[in-house]
């Protein structure tokens, strides 16, 4: 189990914007990929972005295409998430995920995930 720590959470106004971090406990050199998900309050948990770390060929869910984007830090080992636009429906636990199976980069099932944050809470008011 690789240790995953979310930070950056808050609460804003509809249009706003936040950044995400997250930090991972292995080594930077490691193969991996590493996807943001979020949680709202009686809904599944979904995917927003993925990037393969080192590489950093970056994935998107169609439902924040143009307003969020995923980067990385390969020497701090920490991948960002800056979201634009922010509106109501983006409002959730947002959760930092890793897999060392390369071919997951893109894949929006948890269960395609080993490792996880314990969550940073974005809240968006209107």
């Known amino acids: 189990q690789v240790g995953l720590v979310e930070s950056g959470g808050g609460s804003v106004q509809a249009g706003g914007s936040l950044r995400l971090s997250c930090v991972a406990s292995?080594?930077?050199?490691?193969?991996?990929?590493m996807t943001w998900f979020r949680q709202a309050p009686g809904k599944e948990r979904e995917g927003v972005a993925s990037?393969?770390?080192?590489?950093?060929?970056?994935y998107y869910a169609d439902s924040v295409k143009g307003r969020v984007t995923i980067s990385q830090d390969y020497a701090k080992n920490m991948v960002y998430l800056q979201m634009n636009g922010l509106n109501a429906e983006d409002t959730g636990m947002y959760y930092c995920?890793?897999?060392?199976?390369?071919?997951?980069?893109?894949?929006?099932?948890?269960?395609?995930?080993?490792?996880w944050g314990r969550g940073t809470q974005v809240t968006v008011s209107a």
């Open positions: 292995d080594q930077p050199y490691n193969r991996k990929c």
């Open positions: 990037i393969y770390f080192g590489g950093g060929t970056a």
């Open positions: 995920a890793l897999s060392y199976v390369v071919p997951t980069c893109g894949s929006w099932y948890p269960n395609d995930y080993t490792s």
